[in-house]
């Protein structure tokens, strides 16, 4: 396919797990962005990744949060110790080159339920 | 930290009514992007503002920046139920390569 794709579309688990959530980019998009969409609210910035830069930690709520990528190709997203405020949807963007002028192309996120 | 405000929350018109919903920075933003969020979908980029003062159009919709590059707007003439979703308007974060975005407004049209 030609979008952003994200694995798993669901996932559940308990308190205290471990969850690893993997976002696919468009072929040929250096950037791409991690968010957390809470029920009815807006995006919230976690992190980015442009080319080999460094990626831009800011938005990373705790150190429970980590990202990595893999040269411009495949991210995992990793939540350590989930808790039940973690539940949302992340969504995974990727844009043709990095910057504020770059249109996003999201994939259809990640639902993750903490029970 | 730098924010981008969006009003209404929630509008809910009936089909054939117009709608509008505002965004606004207390910083000068070099550029604005508009998305919409249907139901249970992801955000869809629809455009792209530069220039300070610019309106553009796309069928039905029609967007606008401020002078100031401050705010911005998106105006839907006659709605339709196609419509329905969440419009979120985001700008860039000062200082940072990436953008914030609104918290959106969330348009319902009853048919």
């Known amino acids: 396919g030609a979008g952003v794709s994200q694995s798993p579309s669901n996932k559940v688990t308990e308190k205290g797990k471990d969850v690893e959530l993997r976002c696919d980019p468009i072929s040929g998009h250096t950037a791409l962005y991690w968010y957390r969409q809470r029920l009815g609210q807006g995006l919230e910035f976690l992190i980015y990744?442009?080319?080999?830069?460094?990626?831009?930690k800011s938005g990373l709520p705790s150190d429970r949060f980590s990202a990595e990528r893999t040269g411009e190709s495949v991210s995992t997203l990793t939540i350590q110790r989930t808790q039940q405020e973690d539940s949302a949807v992340y969504l995974c963007a990727s844009s043709f080159g990095g910057g504020v002028n770059q249109p996003q192309h999201f994939g259809d996120g990640t639902r993750l339920s903490i029970l | 930290g730098q924010q981008v405000m969006q009003i209404p929350q929630y509008q809910h018109v009936q089909e054939g009514e117009d709608f509008t919903t505002y965004c606004n920075s207390s910083t000068t933003l070099s550029n604005i992007q508009w998305y919409k969020q249907r139901p249970g979908g992801h955000p869809v980029f629809l455009i792209q503002?530069?220039?300070?003062?610019e309106v553009k159009k796309q069928k039905r919709l029609t967007f606008q920046f401020g002078e100031a590059k401050k705010n911005s707007s998106l105006h839907i003439t006659a709605t339709q139920t196609t419509d329905v979703g969440t419009y979120f308007c985001?700008?860039?974060?000062?200082?940072?390569?990436?953008?914030?975005f609104g918290k959106g407004t969330m348009l319902l049209v009853s048919p």
């Open positions: 990744f442009q080319g080999n830069s460094a990626p831009d």
């Open positions: 985001a700008g860039p974060r000062s200082g940072y390569s990436t953008l914030t």
């Open positions: 503002l530069v220039k300070s003062g």
